[in-house]
């Protein structure tokens, strides 16, 4: 009875061990990530104050699209980052520059200005993503509505992992998932489900 216990015992330990190790792994990926994305994505160019009309350095063939949404920051001396507000794409230019509205400004005092860096977590300039799901989304839109549009705006959802994944998009119930072993084994990059909201531009 005793040597069952034990069996039992061990068991519930090495399942809390791999459990907490997961956790420690996902812990350092996102750290990892954020030390990655320290590069903006473009420049805020011009800024039309009174119509809250922004013009940014990206185009078309950068894989912009509209509605998708980019943080503002300024980057100060030494490397420090001020977050100015936000951004989202009204119109895509072919060449020279595209149009944002300003959505949100952190501080009036300090408004939006022209040298002011943008930045989306799951944006790569020109490049078309390969995005997996591990788990269900939280948010109004399900796994399958959200595939549907990573297709419409030129990207490819895949429904397992392999070594072309740019990133996975963690949901609920993620830790069961084979896609976030896989991403963990492969050093594929995790984000949170609002980071491809604000990709995909869905309010």
Do not use: C, H, N
């Given at each position: 009875k005793r040597s069952r216990q034990n069996d039992s015992y061990r068991v519930e330990m090495e399942g809390r061990m791999k459990d907490l190790?997961?956790?420690?792994?996902?812990?350092?990926?996102?750290?990892?990530?954020?030390?990655?994305?320290?590069?903006?994505?473009?420049?805020?160019?011009?800024?039309?104050p009174d119509q809250q009309i922004a013009y940014i350095d990206l185009v078309q063939n950068d894989h912009l699209f509209r509605g998708m949404i980019f943080d503002v920051y300024?980057?100060?001396?030494?490397?420090?980052?001020?977050?100015?507000?936000?951004?989202e794409v009204i119109q895509v230019r072919e060449?020279?520059?595209?149009?944002?509205?300003?959505?949100?400004?952190?501080?009036?005092?300090?408004?939006i200005k022209a040298g002011d860096r943008i930045f989306n977590e799951a944006?790569?300039?020109?490049?078309?993503?390969?995005?997996?799901?591990a788990g269900s989304m939280?948010?109004?839109?399900s796994n399958e509505e959200l595939s549907s549009m990573i297709r419409q705006v030129g990207d490819e959802y895949q429904n397992q992992v392999d070594e072309r994944t740019s990133f996975v998009v963690i949901g609920n119930g993620y830790?069961?998932?084979?896609n976030f072993d896989k991403a963990l084994e492969l050093g594929v990059r995790l984000i949170l489900e609002r980071s491809l909201l604000h990709y995909l531009g869905v309010k």
């Open positions: 190790k997961t956790r420690i792994e996902w812990m350092k990926f996102r750290k990892e990530e954020a030390r990655e994305r320290q590069d903006p994505d473009g420049e805020i160019l011009a800024v039309v300024s980057l100060e001396q030494g490397g420090l980052k001020i977050k100015k507000g936000k951004v060449d020279g520059s595209s149009v944002v509205a300003v959505t949100k400004v952190s501080d009036p005092t300090d408004p944006f790569e300039k020109g490049k078309k993503q390969y995005i997996a799901f939280y948010g109004k839109m830790e069961k998932d084979p």
